[in-house]
Structures are given as structure tokens and as C-alpha cells.
């Protein structure tokens, strides 16, 4: 049972253009919800995180919208570059449970020169 | 600062037999955790261990264990291998859980044939 289902499964953007990657959840418990970048032959990298009492946080390019009634949350990556074609991973996580994290599926993007 | 390290790289194995698995966390770090990643599932939590505790477990089998060391070093011990036991098993470290960053390592990719 996917406690994080992400959508979609794979992107394909154009340079400059706008990156959007879906997650939603059920849980209502979770509290903190992170974002990861993966290159090929590599492992994740955190890119951004935000917790449930915030509707956006902003660092860069990339921007993470949550919508706490909707249990959804979203990332975008504006003026998308070659260089953030990866894999990107949504992540949940319940309070006092370490680095317990649920991870959805993941999203290949590709940025088209 | 070295990053955190998965040794081996690679590794090919036969139904039946037992693996491990062994990550060096980033220095200073007390939190190591394990996931598996497949293509179908996405990651996948394993258990984390915090000052050679296990301080939380994911929904695996029996089959999978691990311990962690006094230097923090860890490992990772699959018995009775299955051929959907083949994976990318990722190490990831951190200061001490919760909303620690979390560094993961490039993997161990696991193939069983």
C-alpha cells in the first residue's frame, strides 16, 4: 500500500518551462514532507522540505505548494534547466519517528534543450 | 567531508544464499538508515539505527536485519535470497533523525539470480 502515490511517472519539459510533480497522501498524520533530486547512478539528494503549517516555501527555481485540506502537495521547478533532468521523489514522514520516511514512486523528468 | 560510502558496488548472488551489506556514514553522524529501491515500488523504508539501536523498523521480512557499529558504520544482512530481492539498497546517514538532513549513499545494487 503506497502510502505516497506521485504522479506523473515521467515529464518531458522543454528549457524554460514549467516542471510540475504531484503528490498526494492519506495520512493526515504526517508533518513533514521533504523532496528529493536523483541523477542516474546516484543516490538522493534533499532539495526541499516543508512541514503542513506553511502553503508554499520557495528556494530558487524550485517551489513546493501544499494544500493541507486537499492532502496534496506539489513541486515546481520554473525555468527548467537540462541540467534538472532526474528523478524526483516526494517523501512523507510521521512525528518522532527519525528518519522513517515513505517515499512515492518517483518522476523521470527530462528537459529538452 | 567524505560523503557516505556502500560497499560493494555490485553484487550478484543466487537464490538461497545470504548477502551484506555494509555503509560508512558521513563523520559525526549517529543516524543510519537502509531503503530498497526498485523501479515498481520507488524506495522503500528497511529499519534505521541510531546509536546501535534499532530505533525503527519498516514492513520487510524477517529475512532482512542489520546492526550498527560503535563508529556508526553499518550493515545490512539479507538470508534466504529471493529473486525479488534485487535491488538498489541505499544507505543514508544524518546528524541524528527526525528533520536531520538525511545523505544518502550511491547504493548497492544487488542482483539475484
Known amino acids: 500500500q503506497q502510502q505516497v502515490k506521485q504522479s506523473p511517472q515521467s515529464l518531458i519539459v522543454q528549457k524554460g518551462g514549467i516542471s510540475i510533480i504531484n503528490c498526494a497522501y492519506e495520512?493526515?498524520?504526517?508533518?513533514?514532507f521533504p523532496w528529493y533530486q536523483q541523477f542516474p547512478g546516484k543516490g538522493p539528494a534533499l532539495l526541499i522540505a516543508?512541514?503542513?503549517?506553511?502553503s508554499e516555501k520557495k528556494e530558487g527555481r524550485f517551489t513546493i505548494s501544499f494544500n493541507k485540506s486537499a492532502k496534496q502537495f506539489s513541486l515546481h521547478i520554473m525555468d527548467s534547466q537540462p541540467g534538472d533532468s532526474a528523478t524526483y521523489f516526494c517523501?512523507?514522514?510521521?512525528?518522532?519517528?527519525?528518519?522513517?520516511?515513505?517515499f512515492g514512486t518517483g518522476t523521470s523528468l527530462t528537459v529538452i534543450p | 567531508k567524505a560523503g557516505v560510502t556502500q560497499t560493494p558496488r555490485y553484487l550478484i548472488k543466487t537464490r538461497g544464499q545470504q548477502v551484506t551489506l555494509s555503509c560508512s556514514p558521513i563523520?559525526?553522524?549517529?543516524?543510519v538508515s537502509w531503503y530498497q529501491q526498485t523501479p515498481g515500488q520507488g524506495l522503500q523504508f528497511l529499519f534505521e539505527y541510531f546509536s546501535e539501536t534499532q530505533r525503527n523498523k519498516g514492513n520487510f521480512p524477517g529475512r532482512f536485519s542489520g546492526r550498527q557499529f560503535s563508529n556508526s558504520r553499518s550493515e545490512m544482512n539479507v538470508s534466504t535470497l529471493e529473486l525479488g530481492d534485487s535491488a538498489l539498497y541505499l544507505c543514508?546517514?544524518?546528524?541524528?533523525?527526525?528533520?536531520?538532513?538525511?545523505?544518502f549513499g550511491p547504493g548497492t545494487r544487488l542482483t539475484v539470480l
Open positions: 517523501a512523507a514522514s510521521l512525528p518522532n519517528t527519525g528518519n522513517q520516511f515513505y
Open positions: 516543508i512541514r503542513p503549517d506553511v
Open positions: 543514508a546517514s544524518s546528524l541524528g533523525g527526525g528533520e536531520d538532513t538525511q545523505y
Open positions: 495520512n493526515t498524520a504526517f508533518d513533514y
Open positions: 563523520s559525526g553522524h549517529r543516524s
